[in-house]
T-cell receptor, first 113, second 115 residues
Framework: DSGVTQTPKHLITATGQRVTLRCSPR?????VYWYQQSLDQGLQFLIQ???????AKGNILERFSAQQFPDLHSELNLSSLELGDSALYFC????????????FGEGSWLTVV | AQSVTQLGSHVSVSEGALVLLRCNYS??????LFWYVQYPNQGLQLLLK??????LVKGINGFEAEFKKSETSFHLTKPSAHMSDAAEYFC?????????????FGKGTKLSVKP
């Protein structure tokens, strides 16, 4: 158990819909990261927050957004969903902004039908 | 820009045989390097991490990796494979300092272990 908690574990939704994935980082970690894992793209970094502020952006679509709340939990919002958005979404956390080990949650499986 | 290349998307070994999973990285600044393992339907678990303290890094489950700057490599090895090692392994690179802590991952290598 990494200490990073993600909900829901599985989600099935229709195209055009919007979903929210939730993440609680390890106790004491200030950085939260979101990654997308799919068969064709592999593990893609989406976005990083550090202590409530956006710190880095990767290959995140405009239809996707995230935020980190004062209690440090984070949410990833996916809207206008397309079939190609079906993937495993990981949240990860680390103590600081850079140089520390990143610990991953179990992931949220999103299936868009 | 940083990048990671893992040679071989699938590697198959016999139980008891040497495991060698290859990883080459590209980084314009001194990197820090990771190996993660992903078992079916699970998240990524840290195997080991290179932080420049020692070039030979020992991890969990008997795995180790050697950082070779001249070859820009960080290959993962285990002397004797066990059935429970069957999983997907990811090499990742990050950089010290700065404001970004995200890692860049390779495409992964699926390890199969034959009895």
């Amino acid at each position: 158990d990494s200490g990073v908690t993600q909900t829901p574990k599985h989600l099935i939704t229709a195209t055009g819909q919007r979903v929210t994935l939730r993440c609680s980082p390890r106790s004491g970690d200030l950085s939260v990261y979101w990654y997308q894992q799919s068969l064709d793209q592999g593990l893609q970094f989406l976005i990083q927050y550090y202590n409530g502020e956006e710190r880095a952006k990767g290959n995140i679509l405009e239809r996707f957004s995230a935020q980190q709340f004062p209690d440090l939990h984070s949410e990833l919002n996916l809207s206008s969903l397309e079939l190609g958005d079906s993937a495993l979404y990981f949240c990860a956390s680390s103590v600081a902004r850079a140089g520390n080990t990143i610990y991953f949650g179990e992931g949220s499986w999103l299936t868009v039908v | 820009a940083q990048s990671v290349t893992q040679l071989g998307s699938h590697v198959s070994v016999s139980e008891g045989a040497l495991v060698l999973l290859r990883c080459n990285y590209s980084s314009s600044v001194p990197p820090y390097l990771f190996w993660y393992v992903q078992y079916p339907n699970q998240g990524l678990q840290l195997l080991l991490k290179y932080t420049s303290a020692a070039t030979l890094v020992k991890g969990i489950n008997g795995f180790e990796a050697e950082f070779k700057k001249s070859e820009t490599s960080f290959h993962l090895t285990k002397p004797s494979a066990h059935m429970s090692d069957a999983a997907e392994y990811f090499c990742a690179v990050g950089t010290y300092g700065g404001s970004q802590g995200n890692l860049i991952f390779g495409k992964g290598t699926k390890l199969s272990v034959k009895p």
